[in-house]
């Protein structure tokens, strides 16, 4: 009687066990799938940095409607097509790459400084392509005016 009680007590200790592994399997697994795919997506999101010797770099240009201007008309030339006519990284060229151009109204580019962003527009980076040769430097502040203005809206 005591014998069957032990190995009773083995059995149900083992099912116990195998039980509670599997639901902690069948939990990592999908909490992995979930995790890693938030991960990509935000490895995606943050993985530009823009060295912080480049936050120091100070916008020359006092906001003005001028620069404002100025700065529009150059997104519309040169930046529209990836980053959208509004900014949202919604442009018709941007949809087929695998990093999706920039939005211009999440807080993840508004907190950054105007240096980083000068600095990010003048280098480049897989298909954002650089801008320092096509675009003076006055032009780029320009449009770092124009990209904080459009960071205002909704
Ligand atoms: C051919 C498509 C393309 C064009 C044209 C383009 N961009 Fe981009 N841009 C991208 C892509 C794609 C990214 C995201 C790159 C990454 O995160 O690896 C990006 C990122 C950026 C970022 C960095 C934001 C961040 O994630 O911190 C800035 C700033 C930017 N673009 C500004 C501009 C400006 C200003 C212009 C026009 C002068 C422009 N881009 C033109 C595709 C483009």
Known sequence: MKKC???TL????????IVFSS???????????????FL???IKKEAWLAPAS???????????????SKGEELYNMYCFSCHGDTG????????????????????RVIKQKDGALFWKLTN???NMP????????????QLIVFLRELGKTE
């Open 5 to 7: 009680n032990f190995y």
């Open 10 to 17: 083995l059995l149900f200790c083992a099912a116990g066990v």
């Open 23 to 37: 639901s902690i399997n069948y939990q990592s697994v999908s909490y992995k799938q979930v995790d890693s795919k």
């Open 40 to 42: 990509q997506d935000t």
């Open 54 to 68: 480049a936050d120091s770099l100070k916008n020359p240009l006092a906001v003005s409607q001028e620069y404002i």
């Open 88 to 107: 949202y990284g919604d442009g018709p060229a941007g949809g087929s790459m695998g990093i999706r151009p920039a939005n211009f109204h999440d807080q």
């Open 124 to 126: 480049g980076k897989g």
């Open 130 to 141: 650089p801008f320092k040769e096509a675009l003076t430097e006055e032009q780029r502040w």
